[in-house]
């Protein structure tokens, strides 16, 4: 799925081409919304809320998608080809007389009254990235489930919105704790958990690669994402993989045992694949 900085940049894109511009095409093509047209319409501007991007319009409405794992937005000029993907894929066409902004297997695409906007995205957390940034409530939000893992915790976008897995992962090593481990056993270092993901977050947003070490170099950009089986890059013991998350919502965790040793018990029946615990996705060989 991808991450909040990846919807941040394309809203900022999408804005870039359609914030003042008049629609000369607005069609959906999804059963639900297939009657609407928006052929007319002014767009207002265009704003990301976590993982959501809200496309406000200047008649008061609001149009939100959500790229879940394989959504995305390309944006084209007029006349030109479009190489997003096959034809079916396309369920939204915004276009104006400079640009055409193709929607490719978008969800959860509604459209209310802007004032209602709460409707679709009322339930997140506070926005890592946006200008409202509340880290005292996000941390409040943490602190109320207490029994959570917190590798869960901090992906729950009820908590704070537009951290992904990667970030996770990422975060979780660069602050030492362990994946499995509860929430009510780390509170002393949610903050610069969060603080960590909210940094990583901001130093990627404004292009489209993603690097958390600082190297942009295929191979050199993460810590441990991505890499099972590889020497950690600060003590060099092999990195594990697990699987983690409620069942069938699991997000594959990567971390380093020894890097990130739980100083407290963790759930024994987390499927993390350290020796000795059940149910082990993946071990590093």
């Known amino acids: 799925m991808p991450e909040g900085d990846t919807v941040w940049l394309a809203a900022k894109r999408m804005n870039q081409a359609l914030a003042g511009a008049t629609l000369r095409r607005g069609e959906f093509r999804l059963p639900q919304l297939a009657a609407l047209d928006l052929t007319g319409a002014t767009v207002r501007e265009v704003v990301p809320r976590g993982k959501h991007m809200l496309i406000r319009l200047a008649d008061d409405r609001t149009l939100r998608t959500h790229y879940r794992m394989d959504g995305s937005w390309h944006i084209y000029r007029p006349g030109t080809r479009w190489r997003g993907g096959p034809g079916y894929d396309v369920r939204v066409v915004l276009s104006t007389d400079e640009w055409e902004c193709v929607g490719y297997r978008l969800h959860d695409v509604a459209i209310v009254a802007t004032e209602d906007e709460d409707q679709l995205v009322g339930h997140l957390g506070p926005d890592v ?15 109320a ?11 729950d976008q009820r908590n704070l919105c537009g951290p992904g897995n990667l970030y996770k992962v990422e975060a979780l090593f660069l602050t030492g704790l362990h994946p499995w481990a509860r929430v009510g056993d780390v509170d002393d270092r949610l903050e610069p958990l969060v603080t960590r993901a909210r940094t990583l ?3 990627n947003r404004d292009r489209p690669e993603q690097s958390t070490t600082g190297d942009l170099r295929k191979g050199y950009d993460h810590w441990v994402y991505g890499r099972k089986g590889k020497p950690c890059r600060r003590c060099r013991t092999p990195i594990l993989l697990g699987d983690q998350g409620p069942e069938l919502q ?36």
């Open 129 to 143: 990235l946006g200008p409202d940034w509340d880290l005292d409530e996000a941390l409040r939000r943490l602190r």
């Open 145 to 155: 489930g207490p029994d959570e893992q917190v590798g869960v915790a901090v992906l």
């Open 250 to 285: 699991e997000r594959v965790t990567y971390w380093c045992p020894r890097c990130q040793a739980a100083r407290s018990p963790i759930d024994p029946l987390a499927r993390t694949g350290e020796p000795g615990h059940p149910r082990p996705l993946a071990t590093p060989g």
């Open 201 to 203: 977050m901001l130093a």
